[in-house]
């Protein structure tokens, strides 16, 4: 006997919670991009048929599926949008605001979202042109927190 269910409650359901583990990794062209960060380089990804430049960098082009090569971009790139933040996450007044940015990375179609430093809020504006400051090589572990800012450049 076939039986069709229809309505999603008739399927086995149960109270509580479900415990769920996962480890999430950045894959191969994440891990690429997290090694050469802590040797102060920038990567993208360039398809080696269309030539487009993703960043973050891929293994693979999104519109035509061919592979990819990791190629060196400067980190240089300009602000897209951006808002400031007075509340922290308790929504209390932050002694100083936090400017969080979308960036658009130079030589790529892609973009980073991350903090604005060394400027006032007032002085922020769209297309201003932004450079990163990263952690001492000492302190780098490999992670995006490695870049600690974007400052005017």
């Known amino acids: 006997m076939i039986e069709k269910i229809v309505n999603p409650k008739e399927l086995r359901e149960w109270e509580g919670k479900i415990e769920l583990y996962w480890i999430y990794t950045s894959g ?66 932050m002694e100083e605001p936090e400017i969080y940015a979308i960036i658009d990375m130079d030589g790529t179609d892609g973009c980073l979202i991350h903090l604005l430093g060394e400027v006032k809020p007032e002085d922020v504006y769209i297309g201003m042109k932004v450079k990163p400051v990263l952690k001492d090589k000492s302190e780098r572990e490999g992670m995006i927190t490695d870049i600690l800012y974007f400052k005017p450049s």
Do not use: M
Request: hydrophobic share 30%; with cysteine; glycine share 8%.
């Open 28 to 93: 191969k062209a994440g891990d690429e991009f997290f090694k050469k960060l802590k040797e102060d380089k920038f990567i993208a990804s360039k398809c080696k048929k269309c030539g487009r430049t993703f960043f973050p960098p891929r293994i693979y082009c999104e519109y035509d599926f061919s592979d990819t090569e990791f190629v060196e971009i400067s980190g240089e790139g300009y602000v897209r949008a951006f808002t400031v933040a007075r509340l922290d996450g308790d929504e209390n007044p």
